[in-house]
């Protein structure tokens, strides 16, 4: 009887330990998708818009190392007004779930041309003001996936 009483404080302490390791992990993995999201799609300094731009910014954002993204959108609005799309009505994600928003912020896409190979990735650019859907998660929500 007494064994158990002194062992009673370790295994609390062991649940609490697992509990608390398992609410760090989702937020981890949410920082990691948020600071991806950052890397590859937030360029609020720049209006972007010209093929020159989509080749060097895809080759400094690491969207080149292994192989040609073939395509990407670089959003030109501060991290702010981004965010605030995550405040906007849940719609549902092409992966199904009702995680995504939509607004309205300038872009500019690039396509791979197609014909280029790595390292030498090419692409074609086009700037534009149109609609985005992203995907938000975390409390408060964040961006972490650009949709569409």
């Known amino acids: 009887m ?8 370790l295994l609390l302490l062991l649940l609490l330990t697992l509990l608390g390791l398992g609410l760090v992990q989702p937020s ?18 720049e209006t972007g818009g ?3 731009y989509c080749n060097l910014m895809m080759q400094r954002r690491r969207m080149t ?3 040609c993204k073939r395509f990407n959108t670089f959003i ?3 991290i702010w007004n981004i965010r605030s799309i995550c405040s906007t009505t849940n719609i549902q994600c092409k ?3 009702m995680n995504c928003h939509e607004g309205v912020v300038k ?3 690039c396509r791979e041309t197609g014909s280029s190979k790595v390292p030498n990735c090419r692409y074609r650019a086009m700037a534009s003001t149109r609609r985005v859907v992203i995907a938000c998660e975390g409390d408060p929500e964040v961006p972490v996936h650009f949709d569409a």
């Open 76 to 78: 030109h609005e501060d």
């Open 95 to 97: 992966n199904g779930r």
């Open 65 to 67: 190392v292994n192989h």
């Open 28 to 45: 981890y993995a949410q920082d990691r998708m948020h600071q991806r999201f950052l890397r590859q799609h937030v360029h609020p300094q």
């Open 50 to 52: 010209d093929d020159s």
């Open 107 to 109: 872009v500019t896409d």
């Open 2 to 9: 007494m064994a158990v009483q002194r062992t009673r404080p």
